[in-house]
């Protein structure tokens, strides 16, 4: 089965780091086009950030310098690390593929950020 | 950055009804443009993409429309399994992809 499993949410207090996981089952994240999404709560959609098949990354202005996209091919896994977190950071974190602008999402993982 | 603006937010319709959701770009996005279904608590579910494509396994009632700036997405004939949030995104650049604000369809 194709499918993406997105890990590593939780609380976190403002300032702090923390670095998602998606880990891709019957495809290969190297070979695709992936990215990150997220959801606060309420609200709609906000793309964060894209990696392409050739390593080159690109990142929302609102997480520009703060997050960065990453992928281990031995582990076929797509990562999120995040730092300086921001109470506006708090939403669930979507990874995707981005076949056709979106074909594949994973289920999502909270990031709480709060006092 | 390209700015997708989507009407209406809200829009409450009956099932059996036509329902017709607009979005407009900030500048042309050729026919870069999905359209997305979302339901509480789930992820994003792709129904559109390149504009007028139907993703596989998409009942034939939805469909989308345009090129540029203004684009559509139509439901012929809404059903009980309709009744959620839809987006659109444009991908016309991979280095900044933007989402509308979403139109919630509810029951009338």
């Known amino acids: 089965e194709v499918q993406l499993v997105e890990s590593g949410g939780g609380l976190i207090q403002p300032g702090g780091s923390l670095r998602l996981s998606c880990a891709a089952s019957?495809?290969?994240?190297?070979?695709?086009?992936m990215s990150w999404v997220r959801q606060a709560p309420g609200k709609g959609l906000e793309w964060v950030s894209v990696?392409?098949?050739?390593?080159?990354?690109y990142y929302a202005d609102s997480v520009k310098g703060r997050f960065t996209i990453s992928r281990d091919n031995s582990k076929n896994t797509l990562y999120l690390q995040m730092i300086s977190l921001r109470a506006e950071d708090t939403a669930v974190y979507y990874c995707?593929?981005?076949?056709?602008?979106?074909?594949?999402w994973g289920q999502g993982t909270l990031v709480t950020v709060s006092s | 950055d390209i700015q997708m603006t989507q009407s209406p937010s809200t829009l409450s319709a009956s099932v059996g009804d036509r329902v017709t959701i607009t979005c407009r770009a900030s500048?042309?996005?050729?026919?870069?443009l999905a359209w997305f279904q979302q339901k509480p608590g789930k992820a994003p579910k792709l129904l559109i993409y390149?504009?007028?494509s139907l993703e596989s396994g998409v009942p034939s009632r939805f469909s989308g429309s345009g090129s540029g700036t203004e684009f559509t997405l139509t439901v012929s004939s809404l059903q009980p399994d309709d009744f959620a949030t839809y987006y659109c995104?444009?991908?016309?650049?991979?280095?900044?992809?933007?989402f509308g604000g979403g139109t919630k369809v509810e029951i009338k």
């Open positions: 995707a593929r981005m076949n056709r602008g979106g074909d594949l």
């Open positions: 019957g495809l290969t994240v190297i070979s695709n086009f």
């Open positions: 990696i392409y098949s050739d390593g080159t990354t």
């Open positions: 500048q042309s996005i050729s026919s870069w």
């Open positions: 390149k504009a007028s």
């Open positions: 995104q444009q991908y016309n650049s991979y280095s900044e992809l933007t």
